[in-house]
């Protein structure tokens, strides 16, 4: 069973256009939950971490639902420079763990003029 | 901004030869990580390491594998034997705590084995 799971994209949009991103996690044991982002040959960086009350980074809006083991993200008003695969990353962070990030295979998404 | 870089961007090697790949974690980070993707496929977790010893490894990082903190700044995967799946590439990650599990990832090493 796969550990993250996400959309497998990839998701062609226009600029202006509001897209989502679902994931689940097969463990209800995880403790921490984030969006990366990675650009193409890149290191994977950092968008913003999740929490169960839901956040919002200007544009960019991440909801957890631990019950159902369902982590979104939405991109609203989309930029060509938000074209990137997006990353769905879990982590344990359980005992004496540092906590290893789990990662999904990511959500490809290409932003069109 | 303080960032992880790591050398070389790119190393090609023969099956069976040794390698080494550098890391410089950000200076104030105590736990350092290696991760890698092989191409077209997702980032999997190798190896965490603190205080000088390994914490946490994957089913992935066999005995072929090995890392090192040599000095206050380097931290180094070394893999012993390559192997032709051993080609990806090689993140490195560092964190400033335990709780504060946001990796900051270097720009990675792309391993090419022939």
């Known amino acids: 069973r796969k550990e993250v799971e996400q959309d497998p994209g990839p998701f062609n949009v226009p600029e202006g256009a509001t897209v989502a991103f679902n994931c689940t996690y097969s463990?209800?044991?995880?403790?921490?939950f984030f969006w990366y982002r990675q650009d193409c040959r890149k290191e994977p960086k950092l968008l913003m971490s999740v929490y169960s009350s839901g956040n919002e980074d200007g544009r960019f809006t991440a909801q957890l639902n631990r019950a159902s083991q369902y982590i979104s993200l939405l991109i609203r008003d989309s930029k060509l420079s938000d074209s990137a695969t997006y990353l769905c990353v879990v982590n344990m962070n359980y005992g004496g763990s540092q906590g290893n990030l789990i990662f999904g295979k990511g959500t490809k998404l290409s932003v069109k003029p | 901004e303080p960032e992880v870089t790591q050398t070389p961007s790119h190393q090609v090697t023969q099956m069976g030869q040794e390698v080494i790949l550098r890391c410089v974690p950000i200076?104030?980070?105590?736990?350092f990580y290696w991760y890698r993707q092989i191409l077209g496929q997702k980032v999997e977790f190798l190896v965490s390491f603190y205080n000088n010893e390994i914490s946490e490894k994957s089913e992935i990082f066999d005995d072929q594998f090995s890392v090192e903190r040599p000095d206050g700044s380097n931290f180094t995967l070394k893999i012993r034997s390559t192997k032709l799946e051993d080609s990806a590439m090689y993140f490195c990650a560092s964190s400033r705590t335990e709780m504060n599990t946001e990796a900051f990832f270097g720009q990675g090493t792309r391993l090419t084995v022939v």
């Open positions: 463990n209800s044991a995880s403790q921490s």
């Open positions: 200076s104030n980070h105590l736990y």
